[in-house]
């Protein structure tokens, strides 16, 4: 039951955000770009798990798998100048997200 209501809350946040994208782009995007899917996770985890420790190590990848995430974006912010459409900007960045997933993953071993 914990389980569906967690789904229920994300897709209903996921589909405003997306519904509001239409109509106010910019309160869209600075709602998207708040952690909220990284509070609900990490609240969701440890009321789950009751792990602190586990908790602190998701935090802890969460804190450095969000700048290595932004990789995600560069083609968009190239797409005028390279003349890419959006597919190419997403394909392209789907696969710097795999190389930022390594990246990612070599930060947390370091640590």
């Not at 935090?59 to 995600?72: C, D, E, G």
């Amino acid at each position: 039951m914990l389980w569906v209501g967690k789904v229920l809350l994300a897709a209903i946040i996921i589909s405003f955000v997306s519904w509001l994208s239409g109509k106010k782009t910019t309160l869209a995007g600075f709602l998207t770009a708040l952690p909220l899917t990284t509070l609900l996770a990490l609240a969701f985890s440890q009321f789950e798990w009751k792990n602190s420790a586990q908790s602190v190590a998701y935090a802890k990848s969460i804190f450095v798998a969000i700048p290595v995430s932004l990789l995600f974006f560069v083609p968009f912010l190239l797409a005028q100048k390279l003349n890419l459409s959006f597919w190419s900007c997403y394909g392209l960045g789907l696969i710097l997200l795999g190389i930022g997933y390594f990246i990612h993953n070599y930060i947390l071993s370091q640590f």
